[in-house]
């Protein structure tokens, strides 16, 4: 017999490890049925071991968590496929040198968590597009992560390299399966932009349409497979050595709803659905006088090439330029906010990441939502807590808040709601002075709206609950809306004035006046 203490390594090494003859196809297609023998033994020796409980778990507890445990490496590892897990294995063994290199040459004067952030941060830039895009979402989900790593990893945000343009045409070609000049009478070389898994180009249709086309880099498909897969796998690791380590939320369903988040954006006729969607309900809603997204070209589209309509305006904090665009800066205000704000009710998803540049006031007066790179969906049981707490956050009430915040959270154990309202109250009362509008500063300070972001969310955590990420993106983009009032309309009452108030209840969104812009 084996038991776990013994020899179960060897014959998890038995098990995955083909055959030293073994083909270069045997290599990439190695038998299934290795794994399924390999979780029947250590399951059934773990059975017999009667004196085997990790973590206080009965010997049969642990046999199942290991069965599944070894399920999933089996599926992950034939999913990404051997050569490529291989390769990317030496890759991660010279990031790691090159970071340790690097604290060997400037130690740290301390060693604390910050030190740690840093750290790692540096390491997840060296190993490449899927770390880069895994500390975006780490910077992005502040209900999920210790503070000090979220603020760390918005670092990542701004993190991308571009790929030359003779391989960017090779894609569009690939792709649409035809030459660049049958689709495109121009297609500007130089990038517009650069992201972690794609980078954007201006280009002209042969209809004489202006668009941007959004290319996906070489290779980041099956980098990211074989990454995220790693990923979850010591997600899943971890939690079957100590399931306390979830204190936050589960390891592995974090990982999961990564993995799942991040391989679906690499189909680009996904966010194709998503720009037809929401134009649907701008539509739906009447609000094509006052907002727009950017119409996609099918025909120019493809899994890793979106042509989208290209939308020339200025950024909703660049005053100046508003003005001369529209006679009323306020109302274009109310307007986003409104067109936003009806989104996360009544579409199937809401724009999660307006910051000023994916905010545009166009010529014509319009608003200009562009880049559904992240949206956020929310259940119906957090739509009714998002209500609830609007109802409360109007009426200063804070036990309600409390109230509406539990619903939509997981707790740990018992939640104490008195407690939990005046901390949100004392929570209210210091932001209440940190954003009074007398500033005169107008900039958008974004280090502050994560701030903010991570103060909710640890009061929350120190009482016991954990807000869905969801939250957090919404509370996050609430800041911006926030931010954009003190400088387009510092003397807007976002909880009173009507046109606010009345979101929601059918009634139609006022335009703005669209002032002629001279030609250049």
């Given at each position: 017999?084996?038991?776990?203490?013994?020899?179960?390594?060897?014959?998890?090494?038995?098990?995955?490890?083909p055959?030293a003859?073994?083909s270069?196809?045997?290599?990439?297609?190695?038998?299934r049925l290795?794994?399924?023998e390999?979780?029947?033994?250590?399951s059934?020796?773990?059975?017999?071991n009667?004196?085997?409980?990790?973590?206080?778990r009965?010997?049969e507890v642990?046999?199942?968590?290991?069965?599944?445990?070894?399920e999933?490496?089996?599926?992950?590892t034939?999913?990404?496929?051997?050569?490529t897990?291989l390769?990317?294995a030496?890759?991660?063994?010279r990031?790691v040198?090159?970071?340790?290199?690097e604290?060997a040459r400037?130690?740290p004067?301390?060693l604390?968590?910050?030190?740690?952030?840093r750290?790692l941060?540096?390491?997840?830039?060296?190993?490449?597009?899927?770390?880069?895009?895994?500390?975006?979402?780490?910077a992005?989900s502040?209900?999920?992560?210790p503070?000090?790593?979220?603020?760390?990893?918005q670092q990542?945000?701004?993190?991308?390299?571009?790929?030359p343009?003779?391989?960017?045409k090779?894609i569009?070609?690939?792709?649409?399966?035809?030459?660049?000049?049958k689709?495109?009478?121009?297609l500007?070389?130089?990038?517009?932009a650069?992201?972690?898994i794609?980078?954007?180009?201006?280009?002209?249709l042969?209809?004489?349409?202006?668009?941007?086309v959004?290319?996906q880099?070489?290779?980041?498909?099956?980098v990211?497979?074989?990454d995220?897969?790693?990923v979850?796998?010591?997600?899943?690791?971890?939690?079957f050595?100590?399931?306390?380590?979830?204190?936050?939320?589960?390891l592995?369903?974090?990982?999961?709803?990564?993995?799942?988040?991040?391989?679906?954006?690499?189909?680009?006729?996904e966010?194709?659905?998503?720009?037809?969607?929401?134009?649907s309900?701008?539509?739906?809603y009447?609000?094509?006088?006052?907002?727009?997204?950017?119409?996609?070209y099918?025909?120019?589209s493809?899994?890793?090439?979106?042509?989208?309509?290209?939308?020339?305006?200025?950024?909703?904090?660049?005053?100046?330029g508003i003005?001369?665009?529209?006679?009323?800066?306020?109302?274009?205000?109310v307007?986003?906010?409104?067109?936003?704000?009806?989104?996360?009710?009544s579409c199937?998803?809401f724009?999660?990441?307006?910051?000023?540049?994916n905010?545009l006031v166009l010529e014509?007066?319009?608003?200009?939502?562009?880049?559904f790179?992240?949206?956020?969906?929310?259940?119906?049981?957090?739509?009714?807590?998002?209500d609830?707490?609007?109802?409360?956050?109007a009426?200063?009430?804070?036990?309600g808040?409390a109230?509406a915040?539990?619903?939509?959270g997981?707790?740990?154990?018992e939640v104490?709601?008195?407690?939990?309202?005046?901390?949100?109250?004392k929570l209210?009362?210091?932001?209440?002075?940190?954003?009074d509008?007398?500033?005169?500063?107008?900039?958008?300070?974004?280090?502050?709206?994560?701030d903010i972001?991570?103060?909710?969310?640890?009061?929350?955590?120190?009482?016991?609950?954990k807000?869905?990420?969801?939250?957090?993106?919404?509370?996050?983009?609430?800041?911006?809306?926030?931010?954009?009032?003190?400088?387009?309309?510092?003397?807007l009452?976002m909880?009173?004035?009507?046109?606010i108030?009345?979101?929601?209840?059918?009634?139609?969104?006022?335009?703005v006046?669209?002032?002629?812009?001279?030609s250049?």
């Amino acid at each position: 017999d084996i038991g776990m203490d013994s020899g179960s390594s060897c014959v998890l090494q038995a098990a995955f490890l083909p055959p030293a003859s073994a083909s270069g196809d045997a290599l990439q297609g190695f038998d299934r049925l290795r794994a399924r023998e390999a979780l029947r033994v250590v399951s059934t020796a773990t059975a017999a071991n009667e004196g085997c409980a990790l973590l206080g778990r009965t010997p049969e507890v642990l046999a199942k968590d290991a069965s599944r445990l070894l399920e999933e490496v089996a599926d992950v590892t034939m999913s990404t496929g051997f050569e490529t897990g291989l390769s990317r294995a030496l890759q991660a063994a010279r990031a790691v040198a090159g970071t340790a290199a690097e604290v060997a040459r400037e130690p740290p004067s301390q060693l604390d968590e910050a030190f740690a952030a840093r750290i790692l941060r540096q390491l997840f830039e060296r190993l490449g597009a899927t770390y880069v895009k895994l500390g975006q979402f780490v910077a992005s989900s502040p209900t999920l992560f210790p503070a000090v790593y979220v603020k760390e990893f918005q670092q990542c945000l701004d993190s991308s390299t571009t790929v030359p343009f003779t391989e960017v045409k090779k894609i569009i070609e690939q792709e649409l399966g035809q030459p660049v000049d049958k689709v495109f009478s121009y297609l500007d070389p130089v990038p517009l932009a650069a992201a972690s898994i794609a980078q954007v180009h201006a280009a002209r249709l042969l209809s004489g349409e202006e668009v941007v086309v959004k290319v996906q880099k070489p290779g980041i498909e099956e980098v990211l497979k074989t990454d995220l897969g790693f990923v979850y796998l010591a997600a899943r690791v971890l939690e079957f050595i100590n399931p306390e380590l979830n204190s936050r939320g589960s390891l592995a369903d974090i990982a999961s709803d990564l993995r799942v988040s991040m391989l679906g954006e690499l189909d680009f006729r996904e966010e194709q659905r998503n720009l037809d969607v929401f134009r649907s309900f701008l539509e739906e809603y009447n609000l094509t006088a006052v907002a727009v997204a950017p119409k996609p070209y099918a025909e120019a589209s493809s899994r890793r090439v979106l042509t989208m309509e290209r939308l020339t305006g200025v950024a909703l904090v660049d005053l100046e330029g508003i003005k001369r665009y529209t006679t009323d800066p306020e109302q274009t205000l109310v307007n986003a906010l409104n067109v936003w704000s009806l989104s996360v009710q009544s579409c199937e998803f809401f724009h999660a990441d307006v910051h000023a540049g994916n905010l545009l006031v166009l010529e014509d007066g319009r608003v200009g939502f562009i880049d559904f790179g992240i949206v956020g969906r929310l259940s119906p049981t957090m739509a009714t807590g998002i209500d609830n707490l609007n109802v409360a956050l109007a009426a200063g009430d804070a036990k309600g808040m409390a109230n509406a915040l539990i619903s939509m959270g997981a707790t740990v154990g018992e939640v104490d709601e008195a407690a939990f309202a005046a901390d949100i109250q004392k929570l209210i009362d210091r932001l209440g002075t940190s954003m009074d509008g007398n500033s005169t500063e107008v900039a958008v300070d974004e280090s502050q709206i994560q701030d903010i972001v991570l103060d909710i969310a640890q009061v929350a955590g120190n009482n016991g609950l954990k807000l869905p990420r969801e939250f957090g993106l919404l509370i996050k983009q609430s800041l911006y809306f926030d931010r954009y009032t003190k400088l387009l309309a510092p003397d807007l009452q976002m909880m009173s004035d009507d046109r606010i108030s009345k979101l929601g209840k059918g009634e139609p969104v006022q335009e703005v006046e669209a002032e002629a812009v001279p030609s250049e």
